[in-house]
């Protein structure tokens, strides 16, 4: 038996990237793994959310926020205190000084290329490529969750392609068609949905593109497609070209900006929206585009980074860089019957290569691999 930690800080059951790799890591290696000890780490408030699955699991509770100076001391500190075989940092922000054995899993290299508005001073940015460097360097494995992100690491960080494995993300079965009608209604209702609607979800910053979707959407009702443009995700002061976009365009009665949404009525907007766009410049993985498949809607999405990995030839693609490509192609997967018929059909077998439980297994493969070495 042998003792493994789990940086899962980020936890989450939400529909949040690192949050939910981590909440759905966790679940699957309580099921698969009858051998082995696991210490979880984590803040509050998930500390007392998170329900230990089995005997062989126990929680820690370090409250030490991510990229501060309390994650290179108190955390590291709790990790050398628990005395482990193997630590597992579900992200790449790791304390320097840790010594021990270690895997880490790098979802995308996003700062390398769109580094944002926040936490841009010349400090943030060394200390940022110290961590990512000492991290993905000192690891004994290294986990990627598309082969776009292992390509980005062989080629920035130079890695070498036998030291990464590519864990794909997983999709909850609770993505799929929406069913009931009182919940649509309910939906349509709370958000003044009276047309067919494009929908986007996510954060808002940079890279996501969103000015330009914005663009491409009033072109789009320049075609003569009565729709509105659904935009969820919470509004950042920092990233206000969006709503000026909004604005400069004249789109405001058209825009329905939502904020941050229930579980329960995301899945009814993927489900009850003509088409999904997702207009992202850079992506690790991308799950929002395989979640509007499941719900059974139509997608259409970037033709870069990991975009074509991950959906494929289920899904019609534009030049994120080019506003009038991406308001043609969402003029056409809204106006092609056929093409959206041969687009939810291949979306809904699309999905099903995507699974946690897959992912667990490689991570848990490798878990071995690497605690058997000497």
């Known amino acids: 038996m042998k003792k493994i930690g789990i940086d899962a800080r980020f936890y989450s059951s939400n529909f949040t990237g690192i949050g939910r790799y981590a909440a759905e890591l966790i679940r699957y290696l309580a099921e698969l793994d009858t051998e082995n000890e696991y210490v979880i780490f984590l803040n509050d408030p998930q500390y007392n959310q998170f329900v230990v699955p089995n005997e062989r699991f126990t929680k820690v509770l370090v409250n030490a926020r991510h990229y501060s100076f309390a994650e290179q001391t108190k955390f590291l500190l709790m990790i050398q205190r628990e005395k482990l075989d193997l630590m597992h940092f579900t992200h790449f922000n790791a304390p320097l000084l840790y010594n021990g054995k270690t895997v880490v899993t790098i979802h995308d290299l996003i700062l390398e290329f769109f580094p944002?508005?926040?936490m841009t001073s010349p400090l943030y940015r060394l200390g940022y490529r110290a961590t990512i460097k000492r991290a993905v360097n000192h690891a004994s494995h290294i986990f990627t969750v598309s082969e776009h992100t292992a390509k980005d690491?062989?080629?920035i960080m130079h890695t070498p392609r036998e030291k990464i494995t590519v864990t794909y993300n997983g999709l909850g079965a609770e993505f799929a068609p929406i069913q009931d009608e009182n919940l649509a209604k309910k939906v349509r209702a709370e958000y003044k949905l009276d047309r067919p609607f494009l929908?986007?979800?996510g954060v808002w910053r940079t890279h996501k593109n969103l000015v330009r979707l914005v663009e491409a959407f009033a072109k789009v009702r320049e075609m003569g497609d009565d729709v509105l443009l659904v935009l969820t995700g919470r509004p950042d002061l920092i990233y206000n070209e969006v709503p000026k976009a909004i604005e400069r365009l004249n789109m405001v009665p058209f825009v329905r900006r939502v904020g941050l949404v229930s579980e329960e009525n995301l899945i009814a907007l993927y489900g009850l929206a003509g088409a999904y766009t997702f207009p992202s410049m850079y992506e690790g993985f991308g799950m929002p585009p395989l979640e509007a498949m499941a719900c059974g809607t139509p997608v259409t999405t970037s033709n870069t980074s990991s975009m074509p990995e991950v959906c494929g030839e289920d899904a019609l693609y534009f030049d994120p860089y080019d506003v009038p490509d991406m308001a043609n192609k969402i003029h056409q997967i809204l106006n092609d019957t056929k093409?959206?018929?041969?687009?939810?059909?291949?979306?809904?077998?699309?999905?099903?290569?995507?699974?946690?439980?897959?992912?667990?297994?490689k991570t848990l493969a490798q878990y071995q691999k690497v605690l058997n070495e000497k």
Do not use: N, P
């Open 116 to 118: 944002g508005k926040k």
């Open 153 to 155: 690491l062989q080629e």
């Open 199 to 201: 929908l986007y979800t």
């Open 339 to 361: 093409l959206r018929d041969k687009l939810v059909r291949g979306g809904f077998e699309r999905v099903k290569k995507f699974s946690w439980r897959d992912c667990a297994e």
